[in-house]
């Protein structure tokens, strides 16, 4: 056999952390081989726990040694029947800890989901004779796309191929225990993956099927505090996660006053915080100021005019459109009859404090 992409860890204990290629492979095989027992249409999807995958898999040629020693421990293939309620526990409770790395973080096959870090994962009842909580609020953390090409149901029932370690309720996976139909193949970890590489990469892993992870898990950090069905969410989550803005620790409030600092400093960051050219000039703002450099951006850049910058200034309206036209004309952006207020028919009735040192 032999692979044309390293299949490995990132950055340290990456399959304790987060989807890796090698998580996604090891997962595809779990699933092949429990479908060649149960039939191809009667198992939905595969995880297992990324502490169970013990080795990488160099670049170039892959020894039987190789395959066993990704799981070391005689682990088996084994299908249960869960319901979409428990499977959401499960995957909670694996991932409690994330971005910090737990043995149980889940690599998959048939599943997508997203874990929100910026949300805390609550205590409920502590799991029998075990270390671990069940999730007090499943679903606050987590959220489950689809299972099997379809859109996770509560209450749908899914046959989920994993290790019988964690079908046994190892780990922080007690829900399992109360799976149905468990059905053991006898197929060993590592044998899946001789199996599927033989059978189904006829003895190549290209770098076009796993020289990257796949997709499947989305790590992300939103404030707890942002209500899904509000107006702005999508606009709110595209900020957070192109990482125009962080937030602060003081929540979301849709309302809050905004400072002319952080609308200059939002628009540097869009720009990627350009580097300022060695003849630049300078604003005078406070000594160590966290908007220094996005104001001196704006005013080599002919956004911002004045001399001297009030840091603690809440923006107007009249003001905020102003910025965004002339970003937006310094940028060759179309901007739209009416949206800059300098284009609008009562411009002159703007109070000029509004617009000074805005570039107009």
């Not at 066993?68 to 088996?76: A, Q, S, Y």
């Not at 889940?106 to 029998?128: H, K, L, M, R, W």
């Not at 060993?188 to 290209?206: F, H, R, S």
């Amino acid at each position: 056999y032999n692979t044309d992409a390293e299949l490995t860890f990132p950055e340290g204990e990456g399959v304790r952390t987060c989807e890796t290629n090698l998580g996604d492979f090891a997962a595809d095989a779990i699933l092949w081989q429990a479908r060649q027992t149960l039939g191809e249409e009667n198992v939905d999807a595969a995880l297992t726990n990324g502490g169970g995958i013990r080795a990488s898999i160099a670049a170039g040629d892959i020894t039987m040694n190789d395959m066993k020693t990704v799981f070391p421990f005689g682990n088996t293939v084994v299908t249960i029947d869960v319901t979409g309620a428990q499977l959401l526990e499960a995957l909670e409770a694996a991932t409690c800890s994330t971005p910090t790395a737990i043995g149980a973080f889940p690599q998959v096959s048939g599943i997508d989901f997203t874990i929100n870090t910026g949300v805390a994962y609550v205590n409920g009842e502590q799991y029998p004779d075990s270390t671990y909580y069940a999730p007090a609020n499943p679903g606050s953390r987590v959220t489950i796309g689809t299972v099997g090409g379809e859109a996770w149901a509560a209450d749908a029932t899914y046959t989920i191929a994993t290790n019988d370690f964690t079908a046994a309720g190892g780990d922080t996976y007690y829900v399992f225990k109360s799976g149905k139909n468990v059905t053991m193949t006898a197929v060993a970890m590592e044998d899946a993956l001789i199996n599927y590489t033989n059978e189904v990469l006829k003895g190549t892993i290209t770098a076009e099927q796993y020289g990257e992870a796949a997709g499947r898990i989305t790590i992300v950090n939103r404030p707890a505090d942002l209500d899904a069905n509000e107006w702005y969410y999508a606009a709110a989550i595209q900020v957070l996660d192109n990482g125009y803005l962080k937030g602060t620790d003081k929540g979301f409030d849709a309302a809050a006053n905004v400072t002319v600092a952080t609308v200059y400093q939002t628009l540097y960051n869009i720009e990627g915080k350009p580097a300022a050219a060695e003849d630049a000039k300078t604003v005078t703002m406070p000594e160590g100021a966290w908007y220094a450099d996005a104001i001196n951006w704006a005013f080599n850049a002919g956004l911002y005019t004045a001399e001297s910058f009030d840091a603690d200034a809440v923006i107007t309206r009249s003001a905020l459109a102003t910025i965004v036209a002339n970003y937006c004309q310094s940028k060759d952006l179309a901007v739209e009859g009416g949206m800059a207020v300098k284009e609008a028919p009562d411009y002159d009735q703007v109070p000029e404090a509004d617009v000074a040192g805005v570039g107009y």
